[in-house]
């Protein structure tokens, strides 16, 4: 069953930071490519970040040297560090993973085929 689980949402100020994970099943965690996304109220959804199976990273211009991921394979989990948050990264963040590629580049959330059920971050001034 394929499935994705976030956690570690939260309110912070500006400037704090919060760590996301994103728990996926077996077969899931063996994607070609796991992220993050972000939909705020009102505008389109976005990537954040997405790794490959390579450990390859692709990151957003709007969150590079604030933002991390990572991932444990001992536990099928990817994670991200956000630190040095500011107002506009307030969101709901969606992990995704890609299980089959269609070739839409990376940040395309079309290409991602499994979504979790999100996880608010709210950050404040």
């Known amino acids: 069953q394929e499935h994705l689980v976030e956690s570690g949402g939260g309110s912070v100020q500006a400037g704090g930071s919060l760590r996301l994970s994103c728990a996926a099943s077996?077969?899931?965690?063996?994607?070609?490519?796991m992220g993050w996304f972000r939909q705020a109220p009102g505008k389109e959804r976005e990537a954040v970040v997405t790794?490959?199976?390579?450990?390859?990273?692709n990151y957003a211009d709007s969150v590079k040297g604030r933002f991390t991921i990572s991932q444990d394979n001992a536990k099928n989990t990817v994670y991200l560090q956000m630190n040095s948050l500011k107002p506009e990264d307030t969101a709901m963040y969606y992990c995704a993973a890609d299980r089959v590629s269609t070739g839409r580049p990376w940040y395309d959330p079309r290409e991602y085929n499994t979504w979790g059920q999100g996880t608010q971050v709210t950050v404040s001034s």
């Open positions: 077996a077969a899931t965690y063996s994607s070609v490519c």
């Open positions: 790794i490959g199976s390579d450990g390859i990273a």
